[in-house]
């Protein structure tokens, strides 16, 4: 079903043995896993009663690539973001102690999940707590990408094995057993025992924190991991057990490529080979455009948060190695030392996902907007986002961003304008965000290629571009015009083709700009047309569509307008093109409601 539907396959392939061992000793949902991301839960979901529903796996109405409550009660959240089963895993447990509800926790979580702060500070609170909290620590050297700092190393050089614990804890029976005489004597044998073993044992980070320590142990091997989780069901205080495995395991091409096999598209199970997009992505216009500029400026930098290939930062870390920083699955950290970077003169470029943005508002706003650092920030997977439902969708940048002051917000529409707005935005020396969808560059318009003028977008009249060979549309004034965002500029064309058929004249005004926007310029280009319909790729609330209608309102209350954006609900799983649709962003939809909004002025007239 991943060859057909794509899916996380080389995280999953790697947890088979792990999650077997886990549904033998625990009884589930008694014993509640909470998986960390979840992305790898596929082997718990066939064990859970979801078999029959496998083959809709992560498409419209069907299973879910995440857990997901409302599926089942083996899942005990929703969940897709990365450093969160430690937190949520010790509230669930805390929670059922104070309502004397039986049953374990365990928390799985990776060792690039751990490279969080979120999942530290956690592990730091249950270490205080001492509740038998359970955490199972799969580590694989990966995340999306090869793990990166110096954590990742720390676990590579853990050599203890289950035969350590069996000898700990023969030093912690021994010693329990010395007779109590007096509290002078209690604090000496306290102090011996943690002496003993320091001595003979020295601790590692888990155990300063308070856990147990398991491991690390064979994650593919089920009898050993059988063995050991047996015995640590068994204890009454926090444990990690840390299991080694090796992601892909049992298809070759996933076990040699686990980056590209973590998050994949549709593919060919025979060879491996991946669909590709017919034209250039997006991403791939970013990557290029960066190459180049990297090239002629030797201050630029570019920074990822473990998301070097899917960000398109991929080439750049091959041929700027000493230019190109992957901090981990650490978005608050990347934000903040792209501030740093731009303290010192260099000219940081920040690559990261719309959704994983949001875990860094705090940083944009402290450290890079209030001091107005000169740095940039490309979004990608802005709007709507396929596949992965709920937790990736790129719906919010525009509604968090948009107020921040001293931030400047972008949005391109094609190959050229990414090139354009990325030069400018490194010359400009301030904070500049660009963000754009998960999807190919539409095919260019010549007026993409105007010069960049900040808070100004460009007008695409009819004639130029919906005429056609087969048809010549009179030279009249268009009486539609439709104010887009970049990554809905296809959906937007595509709108205006469908009214030309009826006989509509539209035209087409690309925004560019989110932020700052040139008010006067912008009421001078829409005064002429008697309908304008706005339409973004992200919430409505707080959008700038809301921004725009408006000023026109205010200005022009005769005119007739719509907004068309994302819903005040989250995004199920689907395809781009089906989440635009149910969002009444696909072009059948934008032409039908200038429509109305043409049969609306006609009653009033």
Avoid at 107 to 126: F, N, P, R, V
């Amino acid at each position: 079903m991943v060859g057909k539907n794509g899916g996380h396959l080389a995280s999953n392939l790697g947890v088979v043995e792990l999650t077997i061992a886990l549904h033998r000793v625990f009884e589930s949902p008694k014993d509640a896993f909470v998986w960390d991301v979840s992305h790898q839960s596929y082997t718990h979901k066939l064990l859970t009663g979801r078999y029959s529903q496998f083959h809709t796996l992560r498409s419209k109405g069907g299973m879910a690539g995440f857990t997901k409550r409302s599926e089942s009660p083996h899942d005990f959240f929703d969940a897709g973001h990365s450093s969160t089963s430690v937190s949520s895993g010790l509230g669930l447990l805390i929670g059922r102690d104070l309502q004397n509800q039986e049953g374990k926790v365990v928390a799985i979580i990776g060792d690039g999940a751990l490279t969080g702060g979120m999942a530290m500070e956690a592990l730091s609170h249950a270490g205080l707590l001492s509740k038998n909290l359970i955490v199972v620590l799969n580590d694989n050297q990966m995340s999306i990408s090869q793990n990166t700092g110096s954590l990742s190393r720390y676990l590579s050089r853990l050599t203890m094995t289950s035969s350590y614990q069996s000898v700990r804890f023969n030093i912690d029976n021994l010693v329990n057993r010395l007779p109590v005489l007096s509290k002078f004597f209690t604090k000496f044998i306290f102090r011996f025992k943690r002496s003993l073993k320091a001595l003979l044992f020295p601790n590692n980070l888990f155990v300063e924190l308070g856990f147990e320590y398991v491991g690390p142990l064979n994650g593919h091997n089920i009898s050993e991991l059988e063995e050991v989780l047996k015995k640590v069901r068994r204890l009454n205080r926090p444990v990690v057990v840390h299991v080694v495995t090796k992601k892909g395991r049992g298809y070759s091409f996933a076990e040699d490529d686990p980056a590209t096999f973590h998050g994949i598209g549709p593919f060919c199970i025979s060879d491996g080979t991946v669909e590709k997009y017919d034209s250039l992505s997006y991403t791939e216009a970013f990557s290029n455009a960066l190459l180049d500029l990297a090239e002629k400026d030797s201050r630029i930098v570019a920074i990822t948060a473990a998301m070097s290939k899917g960000t398109g930062l991929a080439s750049f870390s091959r041929k700027y190695p000493n230019r190109f920083f992957d901090v981990g699955i650490a978005e608050q950290h990347a934000v903040t030392f792209a501030g740093g970077l731009a303290a010192s003169g260099l000219v940081p470029i920040t690559a990261i996902y719309s959704t994983f943005m949001q875990r860094a508002m705090d940083q944009l706003i402290h450290d890079i907007a209030i001091p107005a650092a000169p740095s940039v920030f490309v979004l990608d997977r802005c709007g709507a986002v396929p596949d992965d439902g709920e937790t990736h969708q790129g719906a919010f940048d525009i509604s968090l961003i948009r107020p921040v002051p001293n931030m400047i917000l972008t949005a391109p529409a094609s190959e050229k304008e990414i090139k354009l707005l990325l030069q400018w935005a490194v010359d400009r020396k301030a904070p500049v965000v660009i963000r754009y969808p998960k999807t190919s560059c539409p095919s260019e318009q010549e007026a993409f290629a105007q010069p960049i003028e900040e808070g100004r977008g460009v007008l695409l009249r009819c004639h130029d571009v919906v005429a056609s060979e087969s048809a010549e549309l009179p030279d009249v004034q268009a009486s539609v015009l439709i104010v887009c965002t970049g990554g809905v500029f296809s959906q937007a064309l595509a709108a205006a083709r469908n009214l030309v058929l009826h006989g509509i004249l539209v035209d087409v005004y690309n925004l560019r700009f989110v932020k700052p926007l040139d008010k006067d310029f912008f009421l001078q280009t829409v005064e002429p047309y008697k309908v304008i319909l706005f339409v973004e790729d992200g919430v409505v609330h707080g959008g700038i569509g809301e921004v725009l209608e408006s000023l026109v309102v205010h200005q022009f209350p005769e005119k007739q307008t719509a907004i068309h954006g994302m819903p005040d609900s989250f995004l199920a799983v689907g395809k781009r093109d089906e989440i635009l649709k149910d969002c009444g962003l696909d072009s059948d939809s934008l032409a039908k409601s200038a429509m109305k909004l043409l049969d609306r002025l006609s009653n009033h007239e």
